[in-house]
Nanobody, 122 residues
């Protein structure tokens, strides 16, 4: 059974960098065709995809957040990390990590973390 668990500070000051880690158990983040994603949900709004790091280490980010986003990984710890710089109160949200399986036309979000609340406030 694959499990994902987000961790990181729940409160970040404006202009600082938000940093969250997703720890994966029950499966390796280097296994072919799996993509490791960050998604967020601001209060009262829908889900917003932030970006992913692939099984090979390649990354892809939402164009709207690309200039402020970096996703990296530590394969020795089976973790991947989100960094979002220059945060504002509009970055307040519940942040989720999730695994996506993608092999040709087949794409599925099959495992999610429980989510972690991040509030941006001074």
């Amino acid at each position: 059974q694959v499990q994902l668990q987000e961790s990181g500070p729940g409160l970040v000051k404006p202009s600082q960098t938000l940093s969250l880690t997703c720890t994966v158990s029950g499966g390796s983040i280097t296994t072919n065709y799996y993509y490791w994603n960050w998604i967020r949900q601001p209060p009262g709004k829908g889900l917003e995809w932030i970006g992913y790091i692939s099984y090979s280490g390649s990354t892809y980010y939402s164009p709207s957040l690309k200039s402020r986003t970096s996703i990296s990984r530590d394969t020795s710890k089976n973790q991947f990390t989100l960094q979002l710089s220059s945060v504002t109160p509009e970055d307040t949200a519940v942040y989720y990590c999730a695994r996506v399986y993608a092999d040709g036309p087949s794409i599925s979000y099959d495992y999610w973390g429980q989510g972690t609340q991040v509030t941006v406030s001074s």
